[in-house]
């Protein structure tokens, strides 16, 4: 079993935070997953032309294209503490940043290098779990987004899981959960994100599931009063 288990480690570190050849092909192998997940995190946040959008372990920076392509005049800005991530992100969006409506930078969640009310948006796609403490990471998106500023984070697995998972997901979800409990690798529900939102200053904080999709997609948003 080492044998399977040594390259998901290395595969599931990755995601955590991608680094030098592995991580290269990690970000482009979550461009692939992540897509739908990420149509559907769009549709949920609806995207007003102007948005200045912040998106928080943008990773290799489909989201920040997906929603750049949605909005002819706001500005995007991808931040991830990942510096192979920061590269991919620029390299695939680099006419929309030579256009000067893209920034792509190497930062931490955990403190956000953003003036107060500097956005209109801040998204975090796929990224929560991993985030050494999660109220941190509220707080400062909060701090940085405007009033009545939207922040919405999305998960592919989640404890809103249902149906009947297949074998491959069964697996991966037993993987994930021994970690969380060994690592703190954050798996929650949809409850569970709008009362920690609630708790960092947000209101109106709601979450749409898709219970079947994946290990259970959540995506949580809350306004900035
Ligand atoms: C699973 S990937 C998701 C990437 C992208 N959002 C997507 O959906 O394809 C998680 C990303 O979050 C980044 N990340 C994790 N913790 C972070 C932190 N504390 N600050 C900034 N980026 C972080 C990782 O480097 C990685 O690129």
Same mark, same amino acid.
């Given at each position: /079993? ?6 998901l480690?290395?595969?599931e570190?990755?995601f955590?935070?991608?680094t030098?050849f592995s991580?290269?092909?990690v970000?482009h192998? /979550?461009?692939?997953?992540?897509r739908t997940l ?6 949920q #946040?609806? %995207? ?15 989201a @920040?294209?997906l929603?750049?392509?949605?909005n002819?005049t706001?500005t995007?800005?991808g931040i ?12 695939r ?7 000067g409506r #893209?920034?792509?930078?190497h930062?931490?969640?955990m403190n @956000?290098?953003?003036?107060e009310?500097? *956005?209109d ?6 990224? *929560?779990y991993?985030?050494?403490?999660? #109220?941190?990471?509220l ?5 940085v ?6 922040m919405?984070?999305?998960l592919? #697995?989640?404890?809103?899981a249902s149906g009947k ?6 697996? *991966?979800?037993?993987r *994930?959960t ?6 703190? @690798?954050r %798996?929650?529900?949809?409850?569970d994100?709008?009362g920690?939102?609630t ?6 904080a709601?979450?749409?599931?898709e219970?079947?999709?994946? @290990?259970g997609?959540?995506?949580a ?5």
């Amino acid at each position: /079993m080492g044998v399977i288990h040594k390259p998901l480690e290395l595969l599931e570190d990755n995601f955590k935070k991608p680094t030098g050849f592995s991580g290269r092909l990690v970000g482009h192998l /979550m461009t692939v997953q992540h897509r739908t997940l990420t149509d559907w995190t769009i549709e949920q #946040m609806g %995207i007003a032309d102007g948005d200045d959008i912040l998106d928080i372990g943008c990773g290799s920076g489909m989201a @920040l294209g997906l929603m750049a392509a949605r909005n002819a005049t706001g500005t995007l800005t991808g931040i991830d503490y990942s510096p192979v991530m920061v590269g991919l992100a620029g390299k695939r969006n680099a006419a929309t940043i030579r256009a000067g409506r #893209m920034t792509v930078q190497h930062g931490d969640a955990m403190n @956000l290098p953003f003036e107060e009310a500097s *956005f209109d948006q801040v998204t975090a796609i796929e990224t *929560f779990y991993f985030w050494p403490d999660a #109220m941190r990471g509220l707080k400062q998106a909060h701090r940085v987004l405007r009033p009545g500023g939207q922040m919405v984070v999305t998960l592919e #697995m989640s404890r809103e899981a249902s149906g009947k998972p297949s074998l491959v997901q069964r697996y *991966f979800g037993r993987r *994930f959960t021994e970690r969380s409990a060994r690592e703190g @690798l954050r %798996i929650v529900s949809g409850a569970d994100l709008t009362g920690m939102l609630t708790e960092a200053g947000f209101i109106d904080a709601r979450f749409v599931a898709e219970p079947t999709r994946s @290990l259970g997609w959540v995506c949580a948003l809350a306004r900035k009063p």
